[in-house]
């Protein structure tokens, strides 16, 4: 055994320049891999951090459609209902379209208890809920724009016309890694107390209701309770788990997220090919020397074992550090994002997935090299010429 | 001074058929990757621009970005209508509704536009496919090509139920390729009360002199009893996939260029490898008289040719993607937006010049190695 990983250690250092190239590609194509998988996976973070504690209400017709503010009072009236808080898409710009970020208007009191993977200092939070136009924004977001506690945060309204001014009071830490900091929020009655004296008839509209509940088993049926006390009204709800409003989303932009999947899985079909090239190259070359083994009485299935270990020894070689690289340039990928990709982890399943593949590549480039190694006939094999 | 035929280096290639497709097929995979995110992004560029015309003129809410967000008061919409340079104008509302898809009941946002029959006529791209147009002062509503093949209740004949009423609808329409192909549209009024709007979305207008736009947009924008922006039709669509047009292109270029690293490092491979076998040859072609120059050509042409067999290869495969519709949710509209893949002479060139590239890339080292070997030890290596 220890003469036969000799032999493939030896085989392997043979042509340096060749196995260090296609360590490298390998290493590309595995980086490549897994940070495209970690993209994708970003697009499921709001999916992921959604408690299944919490419901969303929203108008049936879709997002774009308000319900009246005293809907808020009938739902809470609703058995199973711990806590309601209204929100609104707020849709604002910050200096430039490109600078977006997540801007919501919510029951300041009432939203946070029902959030409490977000992290206040105590002193910050009530700070925020003192002014009334104060804002909240996520670690994340006040990172990139350099956002402190006490500066003024301008907005111009796209949805709520005008020119829009806040208060930086808190800034809140995630309590995991999922959790998304890159969105601001503000008190849902400022908004409404402005559209009030700006435009009356749409004061007193609420975009979505979060609604918590004291057993998440019983979501379903509280979802339709909800939704039949509104049916056949001027603006019908349709509740469902906070999970499920997420996946929404995620499912509209789908053809991005399957082309992205289709995509990160060419790079490893590249790769095969440049490293099947190279073990076809290398037993090519080597087919005297297989004959010579074989002349000297080692059982076809050993030369086979031979190529295969190569080929394995260097697709791990490039695999592992691909994965080692993963984790820094993902990190650096991330700043440099910014807030387009609220929560950019690289998971373990992505890892084993990054793994595989370059143990898969490594077995697939070995088949018919190592085929043609095992069934070389012995004369044949030394008269052949490199 | 003489050069090596050609025939020299794409016999060499056909003679190691294996590596050589191996080579190719890698730069092949990465020129269909290369070709495949230009075609979307041109395909959604070309959706975008057939749905403006010229001489049509949108007029949204000041800095709502898109029509969904936009609201338009009636005074201020009878004020627009009422300019002089303006000779049709349409007042319209658009909505979005979630409606499940057909196979996979999978609930998207669709765009609903209320519209009057001068609104139509100012569409001149748009003709019914099927059925017939919607009545006017009706609920009954035509819809687009790619919503009708897409979204369950949508076909004709049957009716959906939006805004807590039904609608019939009575006929497809073809916007040829446009971004109305993702719209709904119905009657505007009707619209309007089932919806419980009072203020319209947009206010679609067109010029019987488009040169008189920027004067038109000047006193419009500056009138204080309007708030709004005045666009050309077709910089309003173009601005409106922006955002998606951008990360498309963003994404699939950085993607080829780090894909292209890995074919580029099999060309090199190749290359080597055929340098390191063919060392004899070489030199018995210096000893004939060829030059280090013609030995660097030679293999540099070599590279190449198997650069040109990926091109050819990835193209072809990238142009049966024409036959492939992708939908997805535009990013500043909210709603859903069918296009295409479609391939430009531009692009056909631009990939050639990218597997050109990869070839030179990869095969310039061993063409030097190669050139700098000396004759005697050449000779000496057979």
């Excluded at chain 1, 994340?140 to 709520?160: E, M, N, Q, S």
């Excluded at chain 2, 198997?306 to 495969?317: I, S, V």
Aim: contains cysteine.
């Amino acid at each position: 055994m220890r003469q036969f990983l000799k032999l493939i250690v030896r085989n392997t250092l043979r042509h340096k320049l060749r196995t260090g190239l296609t360590v490298l590609g390998l290493l590309i194509a595995v980086l490549s891999f897994g940070l495209l998988q970690t993209v994708v996976g970003a697009w499921y973070a709001g999916a992921n951090a959604a408690a299944p504690d919490r419901l969303v209400t929203r108008n049936a017709i879709s997002l774009v459609f308000p319900m009246p503010l005293h809907y808020r009072d009938k739902i809470r009236a609703v058995p199973g209902v711990k806590r309601v808080g209204a929100a609104n898409w707020f849709g604002g710009i910050y200096q430039d379209p490109k600078k977006f970020f997540p801007q919501f208007a919510v029951d300041g009191a009432q939203y946070f208890e029902m959030y409490p993977e977000y992290r206040f200092v105590e002193e910050e939070k009530r700070a925020f809920l003192r002014d009334r136009r104060g804002a909240v924004v996520g670690r994340k977001l006040a990172d990139t724009h350099g956002f402190r506690v006490g500066d003024t945060l301008p907005l111009r309204g796209t949805i709520f016309p005008g020119d829009w001014s806040f208060t930086v009071r808190a800034i809140y830490d995630g309590a995991e890694a999922r959790t998304d900091t890159s969105q601001m929020f503000f008190h849902w009655d400022y908004l409404n107390e402005t559209m009030k004296r700006r435009v009356a008839r749409r004061a007193d509209q609420v975009g979505v209701f979060v609604v918590q509940i004291a057993e998440p088993a019983r979501s379903a049926e509280i979802s339709q309770a909800i939704d039949a006390q509104f049916r056949n009204s001027a603006a019908e709800t349709l509740s469902e788990t906070e999970k499920a409003f997420q996946l929404g989303f995620v499912a509209m932009t789908e053809a991005i997220v399957v082309g992205i999947r289709v995509v990160s899985f060419v790079v490893v079909f590249i790769i095969l090919a440049v490293m099947a090239n190279t073990m076809a190259m290398t037993a090519r070359e080597r087919l005297s020397e297989y004959a010579t083994l074989k002349a000297l009485g080692f059982a076809p299935g050993y030369v086979a074992a031979l190529v295969l270990g190569e080929s394995l020894a260097i697709a791990l070689a490039g695999g592992l550090l691909g994965i080692a690289c993963t984790f820094p340039v993902a990190a650096w990928f991330g700043t440099q994002t910014g807030t387009l990709f609220p929560v950019l982890a690289v998971s373990p399943a992505t890892v084993a997935m990054q793994l595989g593949c370059a143990l898969a590549v490594g077995v697939a480039a070995a088949l018919l090299p190592g085929r043609r190694a095992a069934r070389v006939r012995i004369v044949e094999g030394l008269r052949a010429i490199g | 001074m003489k050069s090596i035929p050609l025939a020299y280096s794409v016999r060499n290639l056909w003679t190691r058929k294996l590596t050589t497709a191996l080579t190719a097929g890698g730069m092949a995979l990465v020129v269909f990757v290369f070709a495949a995110v230009l075609m979307l992004d041109a395909g959604l560029r070309q959706a975008m621009v057939s749905t403006g015309q010229p001489d049509n003129i949108v007029v949204t809410r000041r800095s709502s970005g898109s029509e969904v967000q936009s609201g338009v008061e009636r005074p201020q919409a009878a004020l627009v209508e009422s300019q002089p340079e303006v000779v049709t104008a349409s007042k319209e509302t658009v909505v979005l509704i979630a409606q499940p898809k057909r196979d996979s009941g999978v609930v998207s946002n669709v765009t609903v536009r209320g519209l009057s029959p001068q609104g139509i006529a100012l569409r001149p791209q748009v003709r019914i496919a099927a059925g017939r147009m919607f009545r006017a002062a009706s609920t009954e509503v035509v819809v687009g090509r790619s919503i009708a093949q897409r979204f369950a209740g949508t076909g004709v004949g049957e009716r959906l139920r939006f805004g807590a009423r039904d609608w019939l609808v009575v006929g497809v329409f073809d916007a040829d390729g446009s971004a109305f192909d993702s719209e709904i549209w119905g009657d505007v009024d009707q619209m309007m009360q089932s919806f419980r709007r009072q203020v319209y979305s947009s206010v679609i207008a067109r010029l019987a002199d488009p040169a008189t736009f920027d004067a038109l947009k000047q006193r419009l924008e500056s009138d204080p009893r309007l708030t709004v922006d005045v666009k050309r039709e077709r910089q309003f669509y173009e601005e409106q996939s922006a955002a998606l047009s951008g990360f498309i292109s963003i994404l699939g270029l950085t993607l080829s260029v780090i894909f292209s690293i890995g074919a580029m490092i099999g060309a090199m491979i190749t290359m080597y490898a055929a340098v390191a076998g063919r060392t004899g040859e070489i030199g018995a072609l210096r000893a004939l008289g060829f030059r280090r120059r013609a030995i660097l050509a030679a293999f540099l042409a070599e590279a190449l040719a198997l650069a040109a067999l990926g091109w050819a290869l990835g193209l072809a495969a990238a142009s049966l993607m024409q036959l492939v519709h992708i939908s997805t949710m535009n990013w500043q509209s909210f709603g859903e937006l069918a296009f295409s893949f479609t391939l430009t002479p531009k692009i056909v060139l631009q990939s050639l010049a990218f597997a050109a590239v990869m070839g030179f890339a990869g095969g310039v080292l061993p063409a030097l190695r190669a050139a700098r070997l000396s004759i005697v030890d050449a000779l000496r290596a057979a």
